[in-house]
């Protein structure tokens, strides 16, 4: 039987990139978004793509506590052991503190490190109890790097970044590794209609890749943290 991980926001930019990445190398997939139209699409074309790998989804928000909650009982009546999970879901809205509307800082908390909380706690006992599975929680350079415009996504940031260094803590002896993922510019829908040039952001497949290779390393190592960026630095 193929190995099983949950990636969230499975069907755009570095979701799609790490479904593809673990698909090909023969895992199934259970991922979420909230267009279900886009989720089948990506069923019907990656299990095209890879014979033998199937992929499990269910429409989701996740900014949503109830639905997040619904995704975990989802994935646990699969009924199969996740071996890893990939916290990707986010929102960037750009703003300043003294200056963006009113509710953002509560929609990318809930978004960016509440769907991460809820989640986790929901999947993490059975890699407890096996001493085995490993949780990535794609982060940010500007969960280390503050910047103007940043506003509420940096906090919300700052608290994955700090959320992901305390479970790895907890999980030491548990054999359970957690990595902090922090990508810089990555040529996402977050970037739409910028004039910036491609060239100028990294590819979602490079950070994809880099996750799967952060994997692959022994049990025995745990790359903590994976920072990456654009060559010419950040934007």
Not at 89 to 105: A, K
Not at 130 to 155: M, V
Not at 169 to 188: D, N, Q, Y
Not at 195 to 219: C, G, H, K, Q, T
């Amino acid at each position: 039987m193929n190995d099983l991980i949950v990636i969230t926001g499975g069907t755009k930019g570095i979701g799609r990139a790490l479904v593809e990445v673990f698909a090909s190398n023969g895992w199934d997939v259970v991922t979420c978004s909230r267009n279900e139209k886009s989720l089948r699409q990506l069923k019907d074309s990656i299990e095209k793509e890879n014979e033998g790998v199937q992929i499990y989804y269910q429409a989701a928000d996740l900014s949503e506590k109830e639905q997040t909650e619904n995704f975990v009982r989802f994935v646990n009546g699969i009924n199969r052991p996740v071996q890893v999970l990939i916290n990707n879901t986010g929102v960037f809205i750009p703003g300043t503190i003294h200056e963006e509307p009113e509710g953002h800082m509560e929609t990318m908390m809930k978004t960016n490190l509440y769907s991460a909380y809820y989640l986790t706690r929901g999947l993490i006992g059975g890699m407890m109890k096996r001493r085995s599975g490993h949780i990535f929680n794609i982060c940010s350079t500007a969960s280390i790097t503050p910047y103007i415009n940043g506003g509420s996504y940096c906090i919300s940031k700052y608290a994955q970044y700090g959320m992901t260094k305390v479970l790895r803590e907890e999980m030491k002896s548990f054999g359970v590794r957690v990595t902090a993922v922090l990508p810089g510019a990555t040529l996402t829908a977050s970037w739409e209609g910028t004039d910036l040039p491609e060239e100028r952001f990294m590819p979602p497949e490079d950070v994809a890749i880099a996750i799967w290779n952060a994997y692959s390393l022994s049990p025995r190592t745990v790359m903590e943290e994976l920072l990456i960026r654009p060559q010419l630095g950040d934007i």
